[in-house]
C-alpha cells in the first residue's frame, strides 16, 4: 500500500508540473497578447479578458489542489499500510494455529 500511495502522490506531483510548465505559459501569454493589443489599438474589443483570467485562476487552483493531494497520499500511505494489512506477528501466530 505504501508504494501505491507513493506512486499515485508522484503522479499527482507530474501532472501538476506538467499543467505549471505547458499550460499555465500558454495562458500567460495569450492574456499578455490581448492585454498589449487593447493598449495599442484603444477601441478594440476585450471582454475575453475576465475569461482569461479565470482560466489562469482555475489552473492554479487546480495545481494547488493536486500538490495537495499529492502531499495527502504521500503522507497516507503507512496509516493505511498499518489499516489494510495486519501486522506480520499476527500472520505468524495464525499459521501456528492452523
Keep these: 500500500m505504501l508504494l501505491v500511495s507513493r506512486a499515485i502522490a508522484l503522479l499527482q506531483i507530474l501532472v501538476a508540473l506538467n499543467d505549471s ?5 500558454v495562458q500567460v501569454f ?10 495599442a489599438f484603444p477601441g478594440a474589443h476585450v471582454a475575453l479578458l475576465p475569461i482569461e483570467w479565470t482560466g489562469i485562476i482555475s489552473s492554479l ?3 494547488t489542489v493536486l500538490l495537495v ?8 500511505g503507512p496509516m493505511i ?6 501486522a506480520s506477528g499476527t ?3 495464525a499459521a501456528e494455529r492452523i
Design 30 to 39: 495569450v492574456l499578455s497578447q490581448r492585454m498589449r493589443l487593447g493598449h
Design 61 to 63: 487552483a487546480h495545481i
Design 91 to 93: 500472520n505468524e501466530q
Design 69 to 76: 493531494a499529492a502531499v495527502l497520499f504521500w503522507r497516507c
Design 21 to 25: 510548465l505547458v499550460n499555465l505559459p
Design 81 to 86: 499500510e498499518r489499516l489494510l494489512l495486519p
